[in-house]
């Protein structure tokens, strides 16, 4: 029988795709947003917005996720 829970398992890949999960997605956009700076001011703007309401609600739900609760 095997046992999924022992001492010895490792769980860093697992660890490496939330923490891709929580900031990959909030940084592509700001990357975009600056990009699209000089000729859509409002457009990069929306960018920077959904960016930073991404990384909130993702530290949030994956901190806690990481975190154990």
């Known amino acids: 029988m095997m046992h999924f829970l022992s001492p010895n398992m490792n769980f860093d890949g697992l660890i490496i ?13 700001a990357i975009i947003g600056f990009a699209v700076l000089k000729k859509n001011k ?8 959904l960016a930073a309401v991404y990384l909130i609600i993702s530290l949030g739900i994956c901190g806690a996720l990481i975190a154990g609760f």
Do not use: V
Request: proline fraction near 5%; glycine fraction near 4%.
């Open 17 to 29: 795709m939330l923490i891709a999960i929580m900031f990959g997605p909030a940084i592509l956009l």
């Open 42 to 49: 409002k457009t990069a703007k929306i960018l920077f917005i």
